[in-house]
């Protein structure tokens, strides 16, 4: 059963009474929630539905979380972590049947419709992972970390300066764009 938001709120109390809250903990509460909604507007879709592309030049449910987790990934992991992505080292490429180095970016419709079918426990399976680490490295990252470069000049050119503390705000604006993509998709379909 998906959280809800009041199911987050209660067990965040503690941060609503006037106590200062620790970036960690804000960073925390986004995804907490971010996962929530996450999982309530996809819960009860079909497979048909969740492939339901709006228009021919649009995309589907499954894109928008695939590409919402693998952008979580690589942000993650080549970013702050300046690891190999679990995309690679859990096999998730392999297992999903999609080429390591995909993230979405610059996919054509054609493309879209093409990405093989996913079920939505898979799905769930690797975003929930990738959020797992996140998770961790919101927890143990040090303040001092946040104004560290990230060394993404090799990844995208438009990124060449931007910092560990930038790159985990904008894991928080990237996939709630993905998730109103998602939940747009599902008014159409079903109606929220």
């Given at each position: 059963?998906?959280?809800i938001f009041k199911d987050v709120m209660k067990r965040q109390k503690h941060l609503f009474k006037g106590?200062?809250?620790?970036?960690?903990?804000?960073?925390?509460?986004?995804?907490?929630?971010y996962e929530s909604e996450t999982e309530r507007l996809v819960n009860g879709l079909t497979g048909e539905e969740r492939r339901f592309m709006p228009s021919e030049e649009s995309h589907h449910i499954d894109f928008a979380l695939w590409h919402a987790s693998r952008a979580e990934d690589i942000l993650l992991n080549l970013g702050v972590r300046e690891e190999e992505q679990l995309w690679i080292r859990g096999g998730w490429a392999e297992k999903?049947?999609?080429?390591?180095?995909?993230?979405?970016?610059?996919?054509?419709?054609?493309?879209?419709?093409?990405?093989?079918?996913?079920?939505?426990?898979?799905?769930?399976?690797?975003?929930k992972a990738v959020r797992a680490e996140t998770?961790?490295?919101?927890?143990?990252?040090?303040?001092?970390?946040m104004d560290k470069r990230c060394p993404f000049e090799r990844l995208h050119h438009q990124l060449p300066e931007v910092t560990k503390g930038g790159v985990l705000a904008?894991?928080?604006?990237?996939?709630?764009q993905h998730l109103g993509q998602i939940g747009y998709i599902r008014g159409i379909i079903r109606g929220m």
């Open positions: 059963m998906p959280l106590d200062s809250m620790d970036f960690r903990e804000i960073l925390k509460l986004q995804f907490d929630e999903f049947g999609i080429p390591a180095a995909d993230v979405g970016v610059g996919y054509t419709a054609q493309q879209v419709k093409d990405m093989p079918a996913i079920s939505l426990e898979d799905l769930l399976a690797y975003y998770l961790e490295c919101v927890r143990t990252i040090a303040p001092e970390e904008h894991m928080v604006v990237e996939p709630v």
